[in-house]
């Protein structure tokens, strides 16, 4: 009888210590922009709840924080940024209000590339330049390869910070990039039959120069990697030029 009551306790204790971890309060991250925050919801599924400061229809390159974004990032456990130059407002952001807590540069160990010698970096933006005096392009999300090192990067953060939630984490990171290394095949498979003279684009922003490094496309763009700037009257021009010569088939 001193045997079953022992194992009752016992049981009853790891099912209270079970449903209190499971009812744990959930991790505040705060992300520079959607597609972070995103991320971060699929890696840390219930045990986070994320605020992004940028919307899916905001311009990260021109967004102006607001008082109460000092306040959401103060809250937060764990703050996640671009990097790469894309988003050193977040950073400055955080360090003005004091923030103490984890960020995570979610682009960390992602190849990156220059951006073209076709544009002019010289419209006040923060992106950062490489060694050879050309700027380098923050979007490296863009490449599918990338975005899965987004994904490990962000899993091992909140590994960090939540070591309870490890095996949780892990198995949301592996599923994810299992997804995402699907999606790579299926664009490839899509793009195998596009004739190299279709393989040009022209896009309002030059934000896509990693998707077109990975898939064998040429993105033109009349202005650089910040639409917050008016493209110049010589860029326009030497735009359309190459547009009639080599008879761009779309614009996105």
């Known amino acids: 009888m001193h045997l079953l009551s022992r194992l009752l306790i016992t049981a009853f204790t790891t099912l209270s210590l079970t449903s209190a971890a499971a009812q744990a309060a959930p991790i505040e991250v705060a992300a520079s922009f959607s597609i972070l925050g995103d991320l971060v919801r699929q890696v840390g599924g219930e045990r986070v709840v994320v605020h992004t400061l940028v919307g899916p229809d905001e311009?990260?390159?021109?967004?102006?924080?607001?008082?109460?974004?000092?306040r959401r990032?103060?809250?937060?456990?764990?703050?996640?940024?671009?990097?790469?130059?894309?988003?050193?407002?977040?950073?400055?952001?955080a360090r003005s209000g004091g923030y103490t807590g984890t960020v995570v540069v979610a682009s960390k160990g992602v190849n990156t590339i220059g951006m073209t010698d076709d544009h002019d970096h010289g419209h006040g933006h923060d992106h950062k330049h490489d060694k050879r005096g050309g700027g380098i392009d923050p979007h490296a999300w863009q490449d599918v390869g990338n975005a899965q090192r987004y994904v490990t990067n962000i899993a091992e953060a909140l590994i960090a910070t939540d070591p309870a939630g490890a095996g949780y984490y892990r198995a949301n990171a592996e599923r994810y990039s299992g997804?995402?290394?699907?999606?790579?095949?299926?664009?490839r498979q899509a793009l195998d039959a596009l004739p190299k003279a279709s393989r040009r684009v022209v896009s309002s922003h030059d934000a896509?120069?990693?998707?077109?490094?990975?898939?064998?496309?040429?993105?033109?763009s009349p202005v650089g990697v910040s639409n917050n700037s008016e493209p110049t009257a010589q860029g326009v021009a030497r735009l359309i030029r190459q547009l009639r010569k080599e008879k761009v088939p779309a614009v996105f």
């Open 179 to 187: 997804e995402l290394k699907a999606l790579d095949t299926e664009i």
């Open 73 to 93: 990032i103060g809250s937060a456990t764990v703050v996640v940024v671009n990097g790469l130059g894309f988003d050193d407002w977040m950073t400055r952001l």
């Open 208 to 220: 896509f120069g990693y998707f077109g490094h990975a898939y064998g496309l040429q993105f033109l």
């Open 59 to 70: 311009d990260a390159h021109a967004f102006q924080p607001r008082p109460s974004d000092t």
